[in-house]
Every structure is written in C-alpha cells, then in structure tokens.
C-alpha cells in the first residue's frame, strides 16, 4: 500500500487548508486510517483517526478545527483544517491500517505564519 498526501503550504493564521491522502496499491479492506504531524524538535502526535464505520477521534488542540473524513470507494482520508494556528505548523502525515499492516505517507508541509 502506497499513500500520498497532498495539499499542504502556507496559510496566514485563520485561514483553512485542506489535506487529501490518497492510497494505492493491492488494497482490498482499509481499516483506521489517520493523520499525525511533527512540528520541528518535537515528537510525531497524533491529530485525528477515522475507523471504517466512519467514527473519529481527535487530538483536543484540534477539535471544533479540524474535521477528518474518508471516502471509501476513492480510498482517500481528508483532513479539513480551519481557523489555523501558528502552532499547527508541522509535516503532516497519513496512515492507513491493512490487515496487521500500517502503511505512511511521505508527508505535507503545513506552515501558518503571517
């Protein structure tokens, strides 16, 4: 399995962005897909989780901002980010569950700055 983000860049803070992963490959069930981010000195932490049915988790400095979503026949996660901060500043990563395999992206730029 194969994952590419996409959507990325520089927004002033209070602007919005929105992320897309997409994944390919022999793919025949994805489970919990998942965005994390790691800002520059810090540890990889986890933004938002979305399972097969649909139900989500998020990280508390996010929620009422980000929205994760997926669209099952393209085999794509989405993460709706608005109302950003500085502090969102980070390389934005995807997951994706298959089977006993976990599966990354390569990664996206996010930078908030004015």
């Known amino acids: 399995v194969q994952l590419v983000e996409s959507g990325g860049g520089l927004v002033q803070p209070g602007g919005s962005l929105r992320l897309s992963c997409k994944a390919s490959g022999i793919i025949w069930r994805l489970n919990a897909m998942g965005w994390y981010r790691q800002a520059p000195g810090k540890q990889r932490e986890l933004v938002a989780t979305?399972?097969?049915?649909?139900?989500?988790n998020y990280v508390d400095s996010v929620k009422g901002r980000f929205t994760i979503s997926r669209d099952n026949n393209k085999n794509t996660v989405y993460l709706q980010m608005n109302n950003l901060k500085p502090e969102d500043t980070a390389v934005y990563y995807c997951n994706a569950q298959q089977g006993s395999g976990l599966y990354w992206g390569q990664g996206t730029q996010v930078t908030v700055s004015s």
């Open positions: 979305i399972d097969e049915g649909g139900s989500t």
